[in-house]
């Protein structure tokens, strides 16, 4: 079980291509084509297993998929493959816009601080002094990706499997 949750910076191009592949081959097109050409790259946000307390810490708390500010900076946006195994969202480019309008205003390391001991669910395994020195590690670079992804007209994808 993997659960290494990505964010990729696509342009117009790459998001076209995405949406013209069958939603059951989506996820395999985007290990091949995106994931290959543009990981490490300032295109690319790592958050491996921490996405997941991140999505709490934006909810409160609380598991929110809702597709607005704060929640859809990591999970939220247009679902575009959603099955038991693999997760892919897309956000807009006015999403891309409010989200970094949001954590220029809102600084994402004090809402992980603030909201990561009232995540309330039993199933999550990382609630502990690693799981939030983890978290907070792995979504350093949330911010600057964002910029990057405004800077270069972008909209971003968040993908997982499981």
């Not at 990591?74 to 892919?88: A, K, S």
């Amino acid at each position: 079980m993997s659960r290494l949750g990505m964010l990729y910076a696509l342009n117009e191009e790459d998001v076209k291509k995405l949406r013209s592949v069958p939603e059951e081959e989506r996820y395999e097109y985007m290990l091949e084509e995106i994931e290959e050409a543009l990981i490490g790259s300032p295109r690319s946000c790592e958050l491996d297993k921490a996405w997941e307390g991140i999505q709490y810490c934006l909810g409160g708390g609380q598991w929110n998929e809702d597709n607005c500010i704060p929640t859809n900076i990591v999970f939220g946006g247009e679902v575009l493959v959603e099955t038991d195994d693999e997760i892919i969202t897309l956000k807009n480019h006015q999403d891309v816009r409010d989200i970094v309008e949001y954590l220029h205003q809102n600084k994402l390391q004090e809402i992980i601080q603030k909201n990561f001991w009232n995540i309330d669910d039993e199933n999550f395994m990382y609630k502990n002094d690693d799981g939030l020195e983890h978290t907070l590690g792995w979504s350093e670079e949330i911010l600057a990706f964002y910029e990057n992804a405004l800077k270069e007209n972008c909209q971003v994808i968040f993908t997982v499997d499981f």
